[in-house]
């Protein structure tokens, strides 16, 4: 097998194994309510930004969310989610693959939870529900806030304390 096969099929099982943990952390380790989820799923997502690149980064948070979804349903499948995880990978792979500093980390966590979670996310609740989207905001706003500070502190300690992987590359 040549080394550049040999490397595609280690990016292809990597990705897997992030699917599969993306599916796990949202699906069975996570807190959902019907309009607020606090979790880690996206840990495999900057994960796979910080080391794949940013077209892996969204494949992983889109094939997550769609497998998730139809393997483990919480509510019936609807696209909107899966579109709003895979710019979630996007916006992560963008900042995070070339340098992950602290103002990166700060800005891919904040495009993706103001656009995806709290815009996007929140239009999908209140077309799925039929809430009213202005009244859904705030209490997302408040999980948004949360979530910014989780995820720019997980994915800092993700970038400081595992630098093995970077040697490993894949």
């Given at each position: 097998?040549?080394n550049?096969?040999?490397?595609?099929?280690?990016?292809?099982?990597f990705?897997?194994v992030?699917?599969?943990?993306?599916i796990?952390l949202?699906?069975?380790?996570?807190?959902?309510?019907?309009?607020?989820?606090?979790?880690?799923?996206?840990?495999?997502?900057?994960?796979?930004?910080?080391?794949?690149?940013?077209?892996?980064?969204?494949?992983v948070?889109?094939?997550?969310?769609f497998?998730g979804?139809?393997?483990?349903p919480?509510?019936?499948y609807y696209?909107?989610?899966?579109?709003?995880?895979?710019l979630?990978?996007?916006f992560?792979?963008?900042?995070?693959?070339?340098?992950?500093?602290?103002?990166?980390?700060?800005?891919?966590?904040?495009?993706?939870?103001?656009?995806?979670?709290?815009?996007?996310?929140?239009?999908?609740?209140?077309?799925?529900?039929?809430?009213?989207?202005?009244?859904?905001?705030?209490?997302?706003?408040?999980?948004?806030?949360?979530?910014?500070?989780?995820?720019?502190?997980?994915?800092?300690?993700?970038?400081?304390?595992?630098?093995?992987?970077?040697?490993?590359?894949?």
């Amino acid at each position: 097998m040549t080394n550049s096969k040999k490397t595609k099929t280690q990016q292809i099982v990597f990705m897997a194994v992030l699917i599969a943990i993306n599916i796990i952390l949202s699906r069975f380790l996570s807190i959902s309510a019907w309009n607020l989820k606090i979790g880690f799923s996206f840990v495999p997502v900057a994960i796979a930004a910080l080391y794949l690149g940013t077209w892996q980064a969204g494949a992983v948070a889109a094939i997550g969310d769609f497998l998730g979804a139809n393997l483990f349903p919480i509510a019936s499948y609807y696209p909107g989610f899966t579109l709003s995880a895979f710019l979630t990978g996007i916006f992560y792979g963008l900042f995070l693959r070339q340098k992950p500093s602290f103002v990166n980390i700060f800005c891919s966590v904040l495009l993706s939870e103001l656009i995806c979670s709290l815009l996007l996310n929140s239009l999908w609740i209140s077309i799925l529900s039929g809430s009213p989207y202005l009244a859904l905001l705030l209490p997302r706003l408040f999980q948004a806030g949360v979530m910014i500070i989780i995820k720019c502190f997980t994915i800092r300690l993700l970038v400081n304390y595992i630098p093995v992987l970077r040697q490993h590359t894949i």
